[in-house]
């Protein structure tokens, strides 16, 4: 399976980016999907996940400005980041659970929920 990220770039503080994931491989809606980030110098950190119902999970400092979506029919999950600060620079990354693992709000935020990883997406925001 191939996870590819895109849509990262450069951006001014306030600004706004939509990052796709498309995820190569049968019977997509039965996963699973979150994004995670790693700015320089700092730990992978949770931003958002999909459950396979379509139910959104975010992390604090995202939640309010960024939207996770997935799309069924083109095997593509996305991120809609809007009021961008230099804070949300980092590398965008997508990832997947097993087949038909169910996410909640104590197992959504976790690395070790997602078995699949794609190679990031570098977003930078300047002030």
């Known amino acids: 399976v191939q996870l590819q990220a895109s849509g990262g770039g450069l951006v001014q503080t306030g600004g706004s980016l939509r990052l796709s994931c498309a995820v190569s491989g049968r019977l997509f809606s039965n996963y699973a999907l979150a994004w995670f980030r790693q700015a320089p110098g700092s730990l992978r950190e949770f931003v958002a996940a999909?459950?396979?119902?379509?139910?959104?999970f975010y992390a604090d400092s995202v939640k309010g400005r960024f939207t996770v979506s997935r799309d069924n029919a083109n095997s593509t999950v996305y991120l809609q980041m809007n009021s961008l600060s230099p804070d949300d620079t980092a590398v965008y990354y997508c990832?997947?659970?097993?087949?038909?693992?169910?996410?909640?709000?104590?197992?959504?935020?976790?690395?070790?929920?997602?078995?699949?990883w794609g190679k990031g997406t570098l977003v930078t925001v300047s002030s």
């Open positions: 999909v459950s396979i119902l379509g139910r959104a």
């Open positions: 990832a997947r659970t097993r087949y038909n693992i169910g996410i909640s709000e104590g197992t959504a935020r976790a690395m070790e929920t997602y078995y699949d």
